[in-house]
C-alpha cells in the first residue's frame, strides 16, 4: 500500500452534532431558569453608556478616533450617545 496515494487513504469523519447539542444544553442548563437575554442585553447597553460617558475633551476626540476607525461601535440602536 503506498501513503502517498490519496485513493489508499481511509476516509475519516466526524458528526458534531450530538456534541454540540449537549454542549448547548449544557450552557442553558447553566444560564438556569431565571435567565432573561432582554435583561441582560439591556444591561450591557447601560454598562455601556456607563463606560463612555463623562469623558473630557481629550477623552473624545480618542473616543471619536477610535469609532471612525472602526475600533469602536458608533453610535446606534442600543449604543448610548457619548457627547
Not at 431565571?34 to 463606560?51: H, T
Not at 469623558?55 to 480618542?62: K, N, S
Amino acid at each position: 500500500m503506498n501513503q502517498d496515494d490519496p485513493a489508499a487513504l481511509t476516509p475519516f469523519t466526524i458528526d458534531l452534532t450530538l456534541d454540540e447539542v449537549r454542549r448547548r444544553t449544557e450552557v442553558m442548563a447553566a444560564l438556569g431558569p431565571g435567565w432573561d437575554p432582554v435583561a441582560a442585553l439591556r444591561g450591557e447597553d447601560e454598562a455601556y453608556a456607563l463606560l463612555y460617558s463623562g469623558l473630557d475633551a481629550e477623552q473624545q476626540r480618542t473616543y471619536d478616533m477610535l469609532v471612525a476607525a472602526g475600533v469602536l461601535p458608533g453610535e446606534g440602536p442600543g449604543r448610548a450617545t457619548a457627547h
